[in-house]
């Protein structure tokens, strides 16, 4: 008996530590490199809010009842402003209704971060004549707009695109936006040193996350039977899709000092 518990509590530790390392690894490691500028952006990026949607008790009826698990925002949304009246008269009643093909539900399998998705901005200084070390400083020279996207095309892809949008931001915790800009003039305090008789070279990056997995399509229905409700997906079908999402209002810096230009 005694070893029984033994084996059980082991076998309980290693689930919560298995659970711990897993949303552990599901955060990302922001390098020191990576600067916050939000404060100083010259250009006001809108916060992009999850897009969470809860479900009215009527959408919820239809959800629990659903033989495929729906998350589409723009269904529930749909769901919500729906309703079905109940009648004691209703023996009898049958009705099935097309609501068209959707986007069911997401399902995140990988997701990383490329810190040097795309170059922004290059400062630089020539220090060669000198004999003291100089300071270079990060100030955006053009307006610079970050574009993400789908790696392919994919039937609703706005819809894909926000339940991806909510994936990757729930498993890194930084903050994503399809399209973001880095507004001209935008600078930044902190100092880089330039030694005597070199030149240094200050590179500004826009980082993205790559974010994969696979998304459900379905034909849906809701199908009524006297005061009896529900949803039925036929044709289910699933596609693995892709996507570089921007990080909104971060720089990744690399410096750069060398005797020769670049």
């Excluded at 209704?97 to 998705?117: A, C, D, F, K, V």
């Excluded at 009896?228 to 997906?233: D, T």
């Excluded at 079908?237 to 410096?255: C, E, H, K, N």
């Amino acid at each position: 008996m005694k070893k029984w518990r033994i084996c059980l509590c082991i076998g309980v530790l290693m689930m919560y530590a298995t659970t711990f390392t897993a949303d552990a690894a599901s955060r990302q490691i922001v390098p020191e490199s990576v600067v916050d500028i939000a404060k100083e952006n010259t250009y006001p990026n809108p916060t992009q809010d999850l897009p969470h949607l809860e479900p009215s008790k009527f959408a919820k009826q239809l959800l629990n009842s659903a033989n495929v698990k729906i998350e589409n925002p723009e269904l529930i949304r749909l769901l919500n402003e729906s309703s079905v009246s109940s009648t004691p008269f209703a023996i009898g009643y049958r009705a099935t209704i097309y609501l068209g093909q959707w986007p069911l539900h997401y399902q995140s399998l990988e997701t990383s971060t490329n810190w040097e998705y795309q170059k922004v901005n290059t400062n630089f200084l020539d220090n060669r004549g000198g004999n003291a070390p100089q300071k270079l400083y990060y100030k955006q020279e053009m307006q610079k707009h970050v574009r993400g996207g789908l790696t392919a095309p994919i039937p609703n892809e706005e819809a894909v695109q926000k339940m991806m949008l909510n994936a990757a931001m729930k498993k890194t915790n930084l903050p994503l936006a399809f399209n973001t800009v880095v507004g001209v003039g935008t600078k930044k305090d902190r100092p880089y040193a330039v030694p005597a008789k070199k030149l240094g070279y200050l590179y500004a990056y826009a980082p993205a996350v790559n974010e994969k997995g696979k998304v459900t399509y379905g034909e849906v229905y809701v199908v009524l039977k006297g005061n009896k409700k529900k949803i039925v997906v036929k044709n289910v079908t699933t596609r693995g899709i892709g996507a570089w999402i921007p990080v909104q209002d971060r720089l990744y810096f690399s410096y750069v000092a060398s005797e020769q230009p670049r």
